[in-house]
Structure formats: structure tokens, C-alpha cells
Nanobody
Framework: QVQLVESGGGLVQAGGSLRLSCAAS????????MGWFRQAPGKEREFVGG????????NYANSVKGRFTISRDNAENTVTLQMNNLKPEDTAVYYC????????????????????WGQGTQVTVSS
């Protein structure tokens, strides 16, 4: 099991940018596919983006394609989410998640397939 801590959330105006970071504990970070999810009040938690163990494959929700970029640094045990051209509908609590996989090239996208979660960081986008 891996422990995850998110940071970088805050308040930003529409059209602005924000960079979220996730720091992972443990010595087996490279064994985990990493994902970013978000949850707004009254809504289900949804997949935002994911990155494979190797970092060679990424996947994004249609709502954020072209605006968000996920990356990882296995040497530093970190994963980041660069968010550009933010919209009010991006307002949510953003969570970092980890899923151990045998295949280092796949991206896991299902919420219930991720056993490990951070505590979340609030992102608020004003009009």
C-alpha cells in the first residue's frame, strides 16, 4: 500500500492555470499506475486523467483533453496534474490515486479499481 498526499489546490479565475502535485510514500512507486479524479458536491467521483507505470501512456477524460496534462517522476515519487484554461465546471475536490498493475504500459480509468487514495485538494474556479 502507498500513501498519497496532494497539494497545489486553490482559487483561480476562469482561463487561468493551476498545477497539482501528489507525493507518494514507499519504495515501489514505479509499480503503480497513477490517476487523478475529481468530485464536485452532489456528483459522483469521476476520472480526470491517468498515467501508466512507465509514464509512456496517458489517458484523459473528454472534458479535460487539450487542457490538462498528467506527468510523473518515478525517481522523485511524484505525479503532477497541470491544468490550463480552467473553467468553473472544473471546480471540485481533486484526488490522487494509485493502482498496482502488472502491465507497466496500461492506464486504469475506473474509480473502483484504485485501492489507494489521497485526502484530496480543493480547486475552485471563479467566473
Amino acid at each position: 500500500q502507498v500513501q498519497l498526499v496532494e497539494s497545489g489546490g486553490g482559487l483561480v479565475q476562469a482561463g487561468g492555470s493551476l498545477r497539482l502535485s501528489c507525493a507518494a510514500s514507499g519504495r515501489t512507486f514505479s509499480n503503480y499506475c497513477m490517476g487523478w479524479f475529481r468530485q464536485a458536491p452532489g456528483k459522483e467521483r469521476e476520472f480526470v486523467g491517468g498515467i501508466s507505470r512507465s509514464g509512456g501512456m496517458t489517458n484523459y477524460a473528454n472534458s479535460v483533453k487539450g487542457r490538462f496534462t498528467i506527468s510523473r517522476d518515478n525517481a522523485e515519487n511524484t505525479v503532477t496534474l497541470q491544468m490550463n484554461n480552467l473553467k468553473p465546471e472544473d471546480t471540485a475536490v481533486y484526488y490522487c490515486a494509485a493502482a498496482a498493475t502488472l502491465d507497466r504500459a496500461i492506464v486504469v480509468t475506473r474509480t473502483n479499481a484504485y485501492p489507494s487514495w489521497g485526502q484530496g485538494t480543493q480547486v475552485t474556479v471563479s467566473s
